[in-house]
């Protein structure tokens, strides 16, 4: 009896570590993100997140339109757990694909930067920039307005990315019709400056290129000729002279991702005034909390509030018009390279 009374006891204790050991087994896990951001940025964030949490992050790296493709694609069973690196605008156009989750710091980030209901949260103001290789091209010489592109002297000289892969270029091709109109004169003048621009398939292309002598001057992000300057690479930035856009690149949760629990975890961490702290640092990335100092972690960005930002951009008229606007620019292309 005293025999069968240990025998149940052991078989307990090696049930209770069994369980003991799945718990935590389950409470690590993973979470798998998909994510547009560069490949070093991914490496960094998924190592830091590991060492704050324990749970193992996969990066999935693609462009922004590659992404969505996968993940319209894999809807009714996606496995893929964040979306991370997309532009409002894509965030916005693709509701149907996220989970609403408030973070922790939802009151850290202000209105124009998120979803009211949690769908969506911008964690990064990207402002749009023209920057030049500066052994290239010498200050004087250096494009100061959108209107400049459209002058002989730019043809196959300026980098741009084709907008139907990424939402940075949606937004600077936007602002060039909100300055010149969505019309046809607006249109004759966006074609010829299609035409006459180097057209790259990714973003990163541009400022790699411009910093690498591939090319002249580009239209890009503010964050990558700040981190190329500092960095040793031969580039300026310019602010265009009739005025400039922060757009907002987010994170939002995939609906249905088989993590859910480490998708909320992992939303909560990468948007934390730590992380955005580390981001600033390394990447130096804008941040779009309202608590952060910018003149510590990166000296010589402008402060938002002296930026010449367009005061008429409708991101609303632009985002409904995105599938339109894309369309056209597909024709465009095909015409003219």
């Known amino acids: 009896m005293r025999k069968f009374t240990y025998w149940i006891v052991a078989i307990g204790i090696l049930t209770m570590s069994g369980l003991l050991a799945t718990s935590s087994a389950l409470a690590s896990g993973k979470v798998i993100v998909y994510s547009s951001n ?8 998924a190592a830091a997140f590991v060492k704050a949490t324990g749970i193992k992050c996969e990066m999935v ?10 993940m319209k694609a894999e809807k009714n069973r996606p496995l893929g757990d964040v979306a991370l690196g997309l532009s409002k605008i894509i ?13 922790k710091d939802f009151a850290a980030y202000p209105e124009e930067y998120k979803d009211p209901n949690g769908m969506w ?30 002058d002989p002297k730019w043809q196959d000289q300026v980098a741009f990315c084709n907008p139907n892969n990424a939402g940075s270029a949606y937004s600077q091709l936007s602002i060039m019709l909100s300055l010149w109109g ?32 591939e090319f002249p001057a580009g239209i890009t992000m503010e964050y990558a000729v700040h981190r190329l300057k500092k960095d ?50 390394q990447f130096l990335r804008r941040p779009a909390r309202g608590d952060i100092d910018l003149g510590s972690l990166a000296p010589g960005m402008i ?14 008229y632009w985002t409904k018009r995105r599938p339109e606007v894309l369309e056209k620019v597909k024709d465009i292309l095909l015409r003219v390279k």
């Open 61 to 70: 790296r693609a462009g922004s339109g590659v992404l969505i493709k996968r």
């Open 232 to 281: 040793g690479a031969p580039v300026e930035v310019v602010y265009p002279a009739e005025g400039t856009l922060a757009y907002t690149e987010g994170l939002a949760i995939i609906k249905g991702g088989p993590n859910r629990e480490n998708a909320r975890k992992f939303m909560d961490w990468a948007t934390g005034v730590e992380t955005r702290k580390q981001i600033l640092d």
């Open 38 to 45: 560069q490949q070093q940025q991914n490496d960094i964030m």
């Open 182 to 213: 969505d019309n046809e004169a607006g249109w004759k003048k966006a074609e010829k400056f299609l035409k006459q621009a180097k057209i790259t398939q990714q973003s990163s292309i541009v400022y790699t290129g411009v910093a690498g002598g």
């Open 121 to 150: 949260l911008g964690k990064i103001l990207h402002v749009m920039v023209f920057m030049y290789n500066t052994k290239l091209v010498p200050a004087a010489q250096a494009p100061k307005a959108w209107s400049d592109f459209l």
């Open 303 to 316: 402060p938002l509030a002296t930026l010449n930002l367009l005061k008429n951009y409708d991101e609303d």
């Open 91 to 103: 965030l916005e156009n693709n509701m149907d694909l996220w989970e609403p989750y408030k973070i």
